[in-house]
């Protein structure tokens, strides 16, 4: 069936935003799909007993399918279900938890409370990883490889870290560079490449940290802080943090 076009119904959804119908009684995930509708496909792999497969065409849309706002979607795999409205998004990753507590939990009818959005559909994320391509260009990684789709402007980051990519010249030598935000400005961090690691330059109020330890600091502060619930929380550059604060 690989490299088939099919037409499916899509029934079903699974976690990583695809959907999910049947050929001939084999389940076959489509990514982009929603459930209801009636789509084309084409088949990418072929198991034994399930397929995967990429829209191809929507026959027939589902209600709340919306033109995704970002540019990047589809090829950008940062983003599962830019092509739903926020109403719809909700009610999907509800009941991927509810689904996958029965399915694989072997929990009956499992009380899971509605999803509920804790902040704005876009414009929340205070932490972006990019990653290089050959020609030191930054992006995000297409959905299941290890390309580089570059990128200008994230819609789901704040403006502070789209303030800076806009200003990044590149990679710099590095093979992957994390853009942070915190409640007073915006932290980088380096992980160096084969080549020579060059530091840039940028308008920007930031602090520059690299694995190793090592930390230039361009008129920028040695950690980062975050108000969660009226409580100050500070942490270093490459430490864990929640990238919505709303969420956290």
């Excluded at 076959?28 to 084309?40: D, H, Q, R």
Aim: charge should be negative; glycine fraction near 14%; proline fraction near 7%.
């Amino acid at each position: 069936m690989t490299d088939e076009t099919v037409t499916i119904r899509i029934d079903g959804f699974a976690h990583g935003g695809r959907g999910v119908g049947r050929v001939d009684g084999k389940a076959v995930f489509v990514t982009g799909a929603l459930p209801g509708e009636l789509v084309e496909a084409a088949i990418t792999a072929d198991r034994r007993r399930w397929a995967e497969g990429h829209l191809v065409r929507v026959l027939e849309p589902a209600e709340g399918r919306v033109e995704p706002p970002c540019r990047y979607v589809p090829n950008c795999g940062g983003c599962d279900l830019q092509h739903a409205d926020p109403g719809l998004q909700l009610a999907l990753l509800t009941r991927v938890v509810a689904e996958q507590l029965e399915r694989l939990g072997g929990v009956t009818e499992p009380p899971v409370a509605p999803c509920r959005a804790v902040g704005p559909p876009l414009g929340y994320r205070r932490n972006v990883q990019l990653h290089a391509n050959d020609h030191g260009q930054l992006g995000f990684h297409r959905a299941g490889t290890h390309d580089v789709v570059p990128i200008d402007r994230c819609l789901v980051a704040v403006d502070a870290v789209n303030g800076v990519l806009a200003e990044l010249p590149g990679s710099g030598g590095a093979d992957q560079v994390v853009i942070r935000a915190d409640d007073h400005g915006v932290a980088l961090v380096l992980h160096p490449g084969s080549g020579p690691l060059d530091v840039p330059t940028v308008a920007a109020d930031i602090h520059v940290s690299q694995p190793d330890g090592t930390t230039v600091t361009l008129r920028g502060r040695d950690s980062l802080e975050q108000t969660v619930a009226d409580i100050r929380y500070g942490y270093g550059a490459g430490d864990f943090f929640q990238v919505n604060a709303d969420g956290a």
